[in-house]
């Protein structure tokens, strides 16, 4: 039976289609889910893209919280649902709060494009078990509200409790505090990346191939589940 992965469209989402090709090349099934429909029609985990949903009027992902979809994801997630969540996705996550934090303008104030390496932290997650521990990959990174920030205390558990799936090298390109570039929740299910691994899945037209990896994981998560 195949795995369907849904991938959610809002007004203003940018990498939808992208997200579904990274999803298909990793062997699953895309499922297009449109932001109004609470029915998630059998998918097995959903990706929340990129993109400037509801052009990221109020807050960035402040007004996508409350699509209807959101419902659905926001009860199944609880129960165990597989969701990642990239850019625009990552900060619907925090709005929704199935992940704490919140993610703000760049310390730079100037929207940020380029390709970011970043070392994984965590393999045990649903979306990221195809990679080992302090493994480094590279993956395009475009944001302008990308500075994960957090308060003392939850940022110490965050870390205490091994939360932090991925960080920024070389580089901190937006000053997000102790250079997180995604967390997940206690769960392991849901996991909000700032960075874009759907645009690193094919050697013609992305730095790498070693965003592939989030997708792939997840049909291993759900195949052995």
Known sequence: MTTRVGVVTFPGSLDDRDAQRAVRLAGAEPVALWHRDK????????????????????????????SPVMDTIIEQARLGMPVLGICNGFQVLCESHLLPG?????????????????????????????YTVGQE???????????????????????????VVARYLDVNPNGSYRDIAGITNAAGNVVGLMPHPEHAVEPLTGPT??????????LKQLVNA
């Not at 059998?42 to 509801?54: H, R």
């Not at 993610?103 to 195809?130: G, P, V």
């Open 39 to 66: 029915d998630l029609h059998q998918v097995d985990a959903v990706v929340l893209p990129g993109g400037f949903s509801y052009g990221d009027y109020l807050r960035c992902g402040a007004i996508s919280r409350f």
């Open 102 to 130: 919140a993610l703000t303008r760049n310390d730079s104030l100037h929207f940020i494009c380029r390709d970011q390496k970043l070392r994984i932290e965590n393999a045990a997650t649903a979306w990221t078990r195809d």
């Open 137 to 163: 990959i590279v993956v395009p990174l475009k944001n302008g509200e990308g500075r994960f920030v957090a308060d003392a205390h939850v940022l110490d558990a965050l870390e205490a409790e091994g939360r």
């Open 209 to 218: 191939t070693e965003g592939l990896g989030f997708f792939t994981s997840v």
